[in-house]
């Protein structure tokens, strides 16, 4: 079924901990993205990539970082959580940044204690 | 800045009809989207209005008037699976999706 694979679909995870969420599409879309949504705020852009081999940062890029080594995936890293960074976190993809039509994964639902 | 607005939360009745508004302030506009996401679920297309003008498209129409930066999301025969929150998203001069909080609805029998 083609679509946006997140992992994992939530996490606990200590104040200073590593940690990875991953994205994968399977639609061979070329612009990918990075959302936080968190209650009464509409959902902020984190990061982004028009193509694969570049990355671009969105409205609240502190304290995350993103690759795009390839089409498919866009991994999505706390290099040292705080627990400010407690969201549910949204990957989703378009065929280019100009079209309409995003789609997103089903999300990671992360706490940080 | 940039700044969307949409009403927090709005109440119905099965079988009514009912209006979401919509306002936006911007740099720039190419497209103005509604997304209907129910709890704990990602957000799903619902519609895009680039032009001045009502789309149709089923129980749902969107309207767009670009001069007074404002759009509504119109829901005919309300079902009790409409009980959803709707993102109103514009894009921008850069085609990134500046988002609204989104309206909770909650369809009553």
């Known amino acids: 079924i083609a679509g946006i694979t997140q992992a994992p679909t939530s996490q606990i995870l200590a104040a200073g901990r590593r940690m990875t969420l991953r994205c994968t599409q399977d639609?061979?879309?070329?612009?990918m993205y990075w959302y936080r949504q968190d209650l009464g705020l509409g959902l902020r852009l984190i990061h982004y990539?028009?193509?694969?081999?570049?990355?671009g940062k969105g409205e609240v890029p502190d304290g995350y970082s993103v690759s795009r080594a390839n089409t498919d995936d866009f991994p999505l890293t706390l290099a040292s959580a705080v627990p400010s960074q407690t969201s549910v976190y949204f990957c989703?993809?378009?065929?280019?940044?100009?079209?309409?039509?995003?789609?997103f994964g089903s999300g990671t639902r992360l706490t940080v204690v | 800045g940039q700044n969307i607005d949409q009403p927090t939360e709005m109440t119905a009745t099965e079988g009514a009809i009912v209006q979401i508004n919509c306002t936006y302030q911007?740099?720039?506009?190419?497209?103005l989207f509604w997304y209907q996401q129910h709890a704990g679920e990602a957000p799903t297309f619902l519609s895009y209005?680039?032009l001045d003008g009502l789309e149709e498209k089923g129980r749902f129409s969107s309207f767009l008037s670009r001069s007074k930066g404002y759009s509504y999301l119109l829901l005919k025969e309300l079902q009790m699976k409409d009980s959803a929150s709707y993102l109103c998203?514009?894009?921008?001069?850069?085609?990134?999706?500046?988002w609204g909080a989104g309206t909770k609805l909650i369809i009553k029998p």
């Open positions: 998203a514009v894009k921008d001069s850069n085609y990134q999706l500046i």
């Open positions: 209005n680039v």
């Open positions: 911007t740099s720039g506009f190419n497209g």
């Open positions: 639609m061979r879309h070329n612009a």
């Open positions: 989703a993809s378009s065929d280019s940044p100009d079209s309409y039509g995003y789609t």
């Open positions: 990539s028009n193509t694969a081999g570049t990355t």
